[in-house]
């Protein structure tokens, strides 16, 4: 298995509040992805990291932001945490374009 | 923008047949990436096969195969001798930037 941790696994917060969720890998991949599941939508890319402090936006980017200050950790940031930021949010990593994406464990999501 | 669609959000297999997952996909590119993805309840999203667009011949993993028709944008995913454990969600995926996942197919699979 890719080394892909994330952090937390599970978190619940309350609307207005920020988040920063983490991933971790080890394998020292190039790219590195934020998702969202939700049901009915499979998973969609909120953004991408294509190299240390090079970012760009995915397909539902607005309401969050994202950092990679060192190859191995890549975050994403809620700045203020919205009902509709309710959802299981997965880490991946790939060696290139092309190549397939490795997934993290998944951190579930909950703003009340 | 590439979209992908898989028509059936729920099959249902017996163990040991073979069932046959549909996805199709939308796009213009002619060089891009197609996956299958699955799921199972523990959430981890594990890679089951992939398939480059240049290649003609269908990729193959042990009972995992896929039907690619490029002139169809068609990418289906059979599963032979069905096991218990091949009960997931299954998500097709296209790659040529961004990565796009369709909806997903939940598989179940009677003993």
């Known amino acids: 298995d890719a080394g892909i941790t994330q952090s ?105 | 923008a590439q979209t992908v669609t898989q028509s059936q959000p729920e099959m249902s297999v017996q163990e040991a047949e073979t069932v046959t997952l549909s996805c199709t996909y939308d796009t213009s590119e002619s060089d891009y990436y197609l996956f299958w993805y699955k799921q199972p309840p523990s959430r981890q999203m594990i890679l089951v096969i992939r398939q480059e667009a240049y290649k003609q011949q269908n990729a193959t993993e042990n009972r995992f195969s896929v039907n690619f028709q490029k002139a169809a944008k068609s990418f289906s995913l059979k599963i032979s001798d069905s096991q218990l454990g091949d009960a997931a969600m299954y998500f097709c995926a296209y790659r040529s930037g961004d990565m796009r996942f369709g909806a997903g197919t939940r598989l179940t699979v009677k003993p």
């Open chain 1, 8 to 112: 937390p696994r599970h978190k619940v917060t309350e609307t207005g509040t920020p988040v920063t969720l983490r991933c971790h890998q080890t394998e020292n991949h190039r790219y590195m992805y934020w998702y969202r599941q939700d049901p009915g939508h499979g998973l969609r890319l909120i953004h991408y990291s294509y190299g240390v402090k090079d970012t760009d936006k995915g397909e539902v980017s607005d309401g969050y932001s994202v950092s990679r200050s060192k190859t191995e950790d890549f975050l994403l940031t809620l700045e203020s945490a919205t009902s509709s930021q309710t959802s299981v949010y997965f880490c991946a990593i790939s060696e290139g374009l092309g190549y397939e994406q490795y997934f993290g464990p998944g951190t579930r999501l909950t703003v009340t």
